[in-house]
């Protein structure tokens, strides 16, 4: 049983690591992440980094989802804006990836503020169809503005990412960008969440009128939260680009959106560690199916045609199973695992 913690400050309190063992767990969990891509075979450090990326975008999601309440099927887009904006840099000025990765979230940023602007008027469900709507005409925009996007044929990365003229072009050295920015990512919605703008968020979230009375602005703080989401959702969508190298219209559909928002709901919402595990999960959902359909390919031919729409149907049931049975998601099963620890042995 954990005792001693007890803490006598507000400083002490709003602590991101409040005791020794916390601690011991993050850098034993740093460590594993930086010795990963020294042990991991090219397929597994494929994973690694699309995990990143999706840890990124999903934590931006869920600053403007799971903590101010705003429902968005746009995140793919965003995302789509941002790779489009460090694919423009790169291939036509030789940008590096230090200018192209903060030019692509600030952009993205500026284009979620412009979104975000029903959300003055609307809320709930008719605030993700006028998300939905906006990413069908960023889509419009991708295929049309071809002195930009490059039409359907969308743009190459030819050249591979450069970092203070280090070349990125191989998944271990994308790692060791993606798995940093991710960190950074995670500590910044953590620290936010400390600040006055922060507990804006949730004030907003949990009875916008009420903030409203005791004096939060709500034109600011859901144009920001709108905002920041975009600027993660940006910063991702970079890094997406230099990894596949290729950004097309079809790059981004609203199955990424949904995509994402099944993320923060499995893992769940409103919490640091949701967007975390809750991306790993979903990832990593469909590559089980898939080593699962290659493993009945033997004593079944055609698994793999059969078995391809699974993909849709685990994503649909896994959303509406964690709505049922468990709404706070696998972050609300990992806290109650640890209670348990941190009372052992008494019964809770």
């Known amino acids: 049983m954990r005792i ?30 930086a010795l990963f891509p020294l042990v991991a075979s090219p397929y597994l450090l494929y994973l690694g980094v699309l995990i990143g990326i999706a840890v990124i975008s999903a934590t931006g999601l869920n600053i403007l989802t799971g903590f101010t309440g705003q429902i968005s099927l746009g995140q ?9 904006t460090a694919a423009w840099l790169a291939d036509t000025w030789g940008v590096p990836l230090v200018v192209t990765l903060p030019a692509a979230g600030l952009v993205t940023a500026g ?19 006028a998300t939905m709507a906006a990413s069908v005409i960023l889509h419009f925009v991708f295929v049309h503005w071809k002195g930009v996007t490059g039409g359907n044929d969308g743009l ?46 949730i004030a907003v979230r949990d009875r916008d009128i009420s903030a409203e009375v005791l004096g939060v602005n709500l034109l600011q703080y859901k144009l920001m939260a709108f905002g920041i989401s975009s600027f993660y959702a ?10 596949f190298k290729v950004v097309t219209p079809d790059s981004f559909p609203l199955e ?22 809750g991306a790993a999960f979903m990832t990593l959902v ?59 042995p008494f019964k809770t």
């Not at 793919?76 to 489009?84: I, P, R, S, T």
Request: charged share 15%.
């Open 156 to 201: 190459n990365l030819g050249n591979a990412a450069l970092l203070l003229g280090w070349k990125l072009d191989s998944d271990l050295r994308l790692y060791s960008v993606v798995i940093p920015v991710a960190i950074l990512a995670v500590l910044g919605e953590r620290n936010l969440l400390r600040t006055r703008v922060g507990r804006a968020f």
């Open 286 to 344: 469909p590559e089980l199916l898939r080593a699962f359909t290659l493993l009945l390919t033997p004593v079944w031919a055609n698994a793999q045609v059969h078995l391809s729409p699974l993909r849709g149907v685990v994503f649909g049931a896994l959303i509406v199973g964690f709505l049922l049975f468990e709404p706070h998601g696998l972050a609300e099963i990992w806290r109650r695992i640890q209670r348990y620890f941190r009372l052992w």
């Open 111 to 129: 284009v979620g503020v412009v979104v975000g602007l029903p959300s003055l008027r609307v809320k709930g469900l008719y605030l993700a169809i």
């Open 256 to 277: 990424v959106s949904i995509f994402y928002l099944a993320a923060i709901i499995v893992g769940g919402m409103g919490t640091v560690l949701g967007p975390i595990v």
């Open 234 to 243: 940006g910063c991702a969508g970079a890094l997406w680009a230099y990894f």
């Open 4 to 33: 001693g913690d007890a803490v006598s400050t507000y400083a002490a309190d709003e602590a991101v690591l409040r005791t020794r063992t916390q601690r011991v767990w993050r850098g034993i969990l740093l460590l594993g992440l």
């Open 76 to 84: 793919g887009a965003f995302m789509g804006v941002g790779a489009y």
